[in-house]
Nanobody
């Protein structure tokens, strides 16, 4: 499985960005897809995930109400719409996919290379 993320960049505080991640390869077991992030000097943290089937979502408290995760199963893509961005959202964002949430939080599953999001204040 390969994950290719795109959509990062530089934005002013209060602005929006949309991240996308395309999965290829043996994707039939990717029941959970989502995003994690790592800010400079900090550990990687959970941002949001979405399940298949069903489409249930989970969000970190820090992004609830501002970020929206969605999934296109036909295209094997997951997107993260980020609104009302804050400087503390600055991080490298990683797309991740696996069989369940526990696998991802333990660092297992499949991971993309990451895309930089920088929010200027």
């Amino acid at each position: 499985v390969q994950l290719q993320a795109s959509g990062g960049g530089l934005v002013q505080a209060g602005g929006s960005l949309r991240l996308s991640c395309a999965a290829s390869g043996r994707t039939f077991s990717l029941y959970v897809m989502g995003w994690f992030r790592q800010a400079p000097g900090k550990e990687r943290e959970f941002v949001a995930t979405i399940n298949w089937p069903g489409g249930s979502t989970r969000y970190a408290d820090s992004v609830k109400g501002r970020f929206t995760i969605s999934r296109d199963n036909a295209k094997n893509t997951v997107s993260l719409q980020m609104n009302s961005l804050k400087s503390e959202d600055t991080a490298i964002y990683y797309c991740a996919a696996g069989s369940n949430m526990m696998v991802l939080t333990s660092g297992g599953g499949y991971w993309g290379r990451g895309t930089q999001v920088t929010v200027s204040s």
